[in-house]
């Protein structure tokens, strides 16, 4: 049974990826005009708004009963244990992205929507985690994230969908964000959820530093 085409009867959760729409919120907006956006005593907002802006519009577009948000801590993860490499590459993180996102939680924090955050552990498989729990609880579970490695999660049968969103959504509207079923995973990535470990395995992810196999694109990944 495919849940979302058979019972609309489940309650809806929206789970998102923190930190993915907080950076993709603070890149839109930084560089939008001289000194991107900030208050008249100069505190940055560039994170703030457009998370928020995105976050409203879903609500309004889904209407759930419940919302959860999982965050990136600073600790390594288990997987910095195992690989001392991994993340090695990314840049340093913007200084005025850091009293944003101190300011975004406490904006989150006035709107009593959860934020769930784990020591050893990412976003990503907290999302996962709160996803299979939802499930289980009889909720349908949409994913608000920018970030392709979220479509392994996607199961017609259980409810799960992801809501990929792009740069026009944080600076307009929802209209840049598109519900990804099990087929239009297969359509982006040519590979179905549940290949996608094997197929970032094999590929690799230079944004996370993992080289996958030597010679092996995304092309031949898929063909594989």
Known sequence: MILDSVDKSHPTIILVDGHSLAFRSYFAFAKSRAGG?????????????????????????????AIAIAFDLAAPTFRHEADSNYKANRADTPEDFIPDLVNLYDLLEALNIQVVTQPGYEADDILGTLAEKAVNGGYRVKILSGDRDLFQLVDDNKGITVLNFTPEALKSSSNGIKEFHTLDVKEKLGVLPAQVVDFKALCGDTSDNIPGVRGIGEKTAVKL
Do not use: A, H, M, Y
């Open 37 to 65: 956006l900030r208050t008249k005593s100069g505190i940055p907002t560039n994170v703030c708004f457009g998370f928020i802006q995105c976050l409203l519009d879903v609500i309004v577009k889904e209407q759930p009963q």
